[in-house]
């Protein structure tokens, strides 16, 4: 449920910084489930929910959705009906009255068609719920344009950037999926900095799907 533009660049440094309070040796410490421990879930799962997960682990699963010109244009039709259809959306008629050209721009919005699998209802009602979160994140002050790392977060969202809870990894994975790293005992737990973290992770997956270098495969793969 996010999106963020930002440059490669910022991207990169954010990513950077993350990196650098991290120590390597965390890539080697004990993972929180074990190879045994994996196995005991396994098997108490059906045949197909293995499977499953196995393809969603590859990502086999899903076939990527040919987007011709016709399609798009179609899909974003209904995807705006969809939009008209769903009730209290204060946010979003905010946003949408504040910055007209951003919130109907076709690459925006097609931001929400792909995470949806092209779904007009699911996207639309996703889009109208990230307009909500984005605006208890970042106040009407900013959550009405793209979040930039070097802009907006402040002076207690850069200690929770630089502890290093969350890394933006600069490629993408074999699938073409975007790689956020989570590391536990990096993240920021006191009570008056969750919205700090949530502001970072926000960033980080919203530049996932926005980079330049990685945005559409990574909107499109999942």
């Not at 390597?24 to 879930?41: M, N, T």
């Not at 040919?66 to 039709?77: D, V």
């Not at 929400?112 to 092209?118: E, I, K, P, S, V």
């Not at 200690?159 to 600069?170: C, D, H, N, T």
């Amino acid at each position: 449920e996010i999106a963020m533009s930002t440059s490669t660049s910022t991207t990169m440094a954010a990513s950077s910084s993350a990196a650098a309070a991290v120590p390597r040796s965390w890539w080697l410490q004990q993972p929180s489930f074990s190879s045994k421990r994996i196995s005991e879930l396994l098997l108490v799962m059906s045949s197909e929910e293995r499977w499953r997960a196995a393809q969603d682990v590859y990502g086999q699963e899903d076939v990527v959705t040919e987007e011709t010109q016709e399609f798009i244009a179609r899909k974003l039709e209904r995807f705006e009906e969809e939009v008209d259809s769903v009730p209290e959306k204060e946010a979003y008629e905010l946003a949408l009255f504040t910055n007209q050209e951003y919130v109907e721009s076709d690459d925006f919005r097609l931001m929400f068609l792909r995470a949806d699998r092209f779904d007009e209802r699911a996207a639309a009602r996703r889009m109208v719920k990230y307009w909500n979160r984005k605006v208890e994140l970042f106040g009407t002050d900013r959550a009405f344009r793209p979040i930039y790392f070097s802009l907006d977060l402040n002076q207690v969202d850069e200690v929770a950037l630089e502890k290093g809870g969350f890394r933006l990894m600069p490629r993408l994975d074999e699938s073409g999926r975007p790689i956020l790293l989570s590391y536990r005992p990096y993240y920021d737990n006191r009570t008056d900095h969750t919205e700090s973290m949530m502001r970072l992770l926000w960033c980080m997956c919203h530049a996932a799907v926005t980079n330049p270098e990685m945005g559409i495969d990574a909107q499109k793969n999942g």
